[in-house]
C-alpha cells in the first residue's frame, strides 16, 4: 500500500504543470513568485552570501496551513572562490502562514555538502553520500528536470 501511495505521489509530482492537482487531500501546485521571494530569502541564510542564492523551484504538496511540509528543489550560491557551485538538490521543510502561503523554512540538507554554507550551518551529506538524493526521492521529488 506504501509503494502504491509512494508512486501515485511521484507520477503526479513528476507529472506537475501549471494547474493544481489533489493527491490523498493534498493540492499540488507551483509556488507563487511572491512565495518564491520569501522562500529565497529564508532558506539562504544559511549561505555565506545569502543574496546570491539562485534556486529552482518544484511543485510543492500543500497541506494544512501552518503545518510544516517537506520539500526539494535546487539551489546554486558562490563558494569561497566567489565562483557558483552549480545547482544542486536541497531538501528543506517549509511552512505556510496564516493566509496559506509558504513564507519560510530551513535546508536540512544539500547535495555534495558544497563550500556555499557556512561551516557552522551543518548542512549536507556529511554522513553519507546520498543522503539528499534519497530523502528527496522518499518524499517524492524525482524529476529535477521539472524545477522552474
Avoid at 549561505?47 to 535546487?74: H, I, R
Avoid at 521543510?93 to 513564507?103: K, R, T
Avoid at 534519497?134 to 517524492?140: T, V, Y
Wanted: charged share 20%; with cysteine.
Amino acid at each position: 500500500m506504501r509503494r502504491l501511495a509512494a508512486m501515485a505521489l511521484c507520477l503526479i509530482l513528476c507529472g506537475c504543470g501549471t494547474k493544481d492537482d489533489k493527491v490523498v487531500g493534498l493540492d499540488v501546485r507551483q509556488l507563487s513568485p511572491a512565495e518564491q521571494e520569501a522562500l529565497r530569502r529564508s532558506l539562504s541564510q544559511s549561505l555565506k552570501e545569502p543574496d546570491a542564492a539562485q534556486f529552482k523551484w518544484m511543485p510543492v504538496l500543500v497541506g494544512p496551513s501552518g503545518k510544516a511540509t517537506n520539500y526539494c528543489g535546487l539551489i546554486n550560491g558562490r563558494t569561497n572562490t566567489g565562483a557558483f557551485s552549480g545547482f544542486r538538490k536541497f531538501a528543506a521543510v517549509i511552512a505556510q502562514n496564516s493566509s496559506g502561503a509558504f513564507d519560510h523554512g530551513v535546508i536540512q540538507h544539500v547535495e555534495g555538502a558544497p563550500a556555499m554554507f557556512e561551516s557552522s550551518s551543518g548542512i549536507g551529506d556529511q554522513s553519507s553520500a546520498g543522503t539528499t538524493t534519497e530523502l528527496c526521492k522518499s518524499w517524492g521529488y524525482v524529476e529535477f528536470n521539472q524545477a522552474k
